[in-house]
Each structure stands twice: as C-alpha cells, then as structure tokens.
C-alpha cells in the first residue's frame, strides 16, 4: 500500500498535473490531502475539484479556510491577502462547500494529518525548529503525523527514549517504537530553494517514506497569474523556489 501525502496546492494546476502524473507511475494506490487547496495561485476550482475527486482523507488549510470566510483574511500578508480574496470569488458553490466542509483534523490508520500543528490546528502555528516538533510530538497519538504549511520538507523523528532529530536526506526507513512528525512541502509554492513540485510517499509495506520532487512548467503557472492580475511578486517567487 502506497500513499502519495499532498500538501499546498495553492492553486497551482500545472504543478498539480505534474504531480499526479508522478502519483501514478509511482503506483500510489491511496492520496491523502494536509490542506492548502487554493490561495496564492490562479487555478482555484480545479484544484479543489483534483482534491474533491483524488484525496481519500483530507483537512483544511488556513488558505482554504480563509477563501470561505472561516478564518480572517487580514491575518494574512498584503499579497497572500489579495490572492485569498481573488481566489475566493472564483470559487463555484460545490468548490466552497467542499473547502467548508473540511476538518482540522484526520486519523486513518495510525496516520495523523493536520495542516499547520497537532497542537493547535486552527491557530495555524508554524513548526519552525526542533522544538517547535518536540512540543507536537505529544499532541497525536499514532506513529506518523503528516504536516504541511511552512512549504519547508522536513522529517523528525522520535527514537523510543523520546529523543527528537531532524532526519538527513530526503528519504527514511520508519523504525519500530519510533514516530515521525513529517513536512511532506508545497506542490503549488515551495520554499526550500527548489522551485520543483513537493510531495510525500509512504510506502507502508516497505516501511518507508520519502519526499518527491516533480519539475513542472513554472512560466505557465506565472503566466495564468499575471494574467489573473494576481500580485507579481507570488508569480516570481515560484522561479525561485521562496
Ligand atoms: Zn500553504
């Protein structure tokens, strides 16, 4: 059984086929959702329409539930802002009641997904350093908790004793009695310096997890939102991977 672990579209359709093309010929049997349908980019309904039709389990990001009017808009920088709002009125009726619906928090299987933090998920906290992933790790209760977000990949883990450690590299084999606080990064806007399309892979027979990495046509993308009039700072950053 393989998961493809989905996190921060923000609307980025072009990014988001390229990841779907590369769920399939990975044969990911199972896609979960951490949240971040819309936002940001130029292709609100149809992303949320992939999430609607692809996702198995998913949960609300703080972009999703900004563009329905479930979290403040003026908590957000002056661009994320506008594009919310633009986003927000492109959205078709089954869209907005689809991003309405979601929760904060999904269980399935030993597998915990939240959006921002476990410990508070509608504060939409940002787990930054180690200790900000210490703290959540006493906040699920299964081994792995899918995080998204910071559009940052990264992997903790907790070794039986309870010591927390960054995992190196962009792969881990899950251990017995350990647990696991991932960042799966941002299909539609990733931060990490590689403007390449992000997501996770969860080989559950194997007992492995990695992070993906999918090069899609980024001047597309940049194209659709200038043309949206979305701010052109959000379209630069995506050459940039910031
Ligand atoms: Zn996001």
Known sequence: MKIAVVSDIHSNLVALDAVHEAVNRLGADSIYFVGDAV?????????????????????????????????????????????????????????????SSLPLVEERDGITLVHASPRLPDAWEYIFTLWDAEVNFSYFEG??????????????SMDVNGAVSVVPG??????????????????????????????????????????????????????????AGLPQPLADRLSEGR
Request: glycine share 8%.
């Open 39 to 99: 936002g940001y980019g130029p292709d609100p309904n149809p992303c949320t329409r992939w999430v609607m039709d692809n996702a198995e389990v998913f949960v609300a990001g703080n972009h999703d539930a900004a563009a329905v009017g479930l979290t403040d808009p003026e908590s957000f920088n002056s661009y994320a802002r506008e594009a919310i709002l633009w986003n927000a009125q492109q959205l078709k009726p089954e869209t907005s009641d689809f991003l």
């Open 170 to 227: 962009d792969s881990l084999i899950i251990e017995d009695g350990f647990r696991y606080l991932i960042n799966v990064g941002s299909v539609g806007q990733p931060r990490d310096g590689n403007p390449a399309a992000c997501f996770g892979l969860l080989d559950r027979d194997a007992g492995a997890f990695s992070i993906q990495r999918v090069e899609y046509d980024v001047p597309a993308t940049q194209e659709k939102m200038l043309k």
């Open 143 to 156: 081994p792995i908790c899918f995080v998204g977000h910071s559009h940052q990949p990264v992997m903790v």
